[in-house]
């Protein structure tokens, strides 16, 4: 794995600790957020195509609709999963949340900041790397 990567791999997984962070207070996990966002662009679709879209495991998928299902975060009708009441209403403040978290980070950032960055995210690829 090069540099390059190695930074997107370290970035993502910065982004994903932070977006657990706002879900925590939607009683939600990372692998439930990305079904409901999948369901949310594609209203209507059949569990299978939620397994191609997620890329997640057919078992993990079924255990987070269940519990999507009791949460009332979906509903399933003719083996079709559309978004339930719950969902409609946090999903927009979930993307309201993001955005927010977003703009602050990126307010004050300028070259040398990204230069700062990039160099601390090669350190800490390093030290991980020993």
């Not at 190695?6 to 990305?34: G, M, P, V, W």
């Not at 009708?77 to 993001?98: C, Q, S, T, W």
């Amino acid at each position: 794995m090069n540099r390059i990567e190695k930074r997107i791999d370290f970035l993502y997984a910065l982004k994903r600790q932070k977006l657990n962070s706002i879900l925590q207070k939607y009683e939600l996990t990372y692998d439930e957020y990305q079904i409901i966002k999948i369901i949310h662009y594609m209203d209507g679709i059949a569990s299978e195509m939620i397994e191609k879209e997620s890329k997640l495991d057919a078992i993990l998928i079924k255990n987070i609709k269940d519990t999507l299902l009791q949460k009332d975060f979906i509903n399933i009708i003719d083996n079709k999963v559309f978004l339930g009441d719950k969902a409609k209403e946090v999903y927009p403040k979930i993307r309201k949340d993001l955005k927010k978290e977003e703009r602050r980070i990126t307010k004050d950032i300028n070259k040398e900041d990204v230069i700062i960055i990039l160099e601390a995210l090669d350190q800490l690829i390093d030290y991980y790397e020993k």
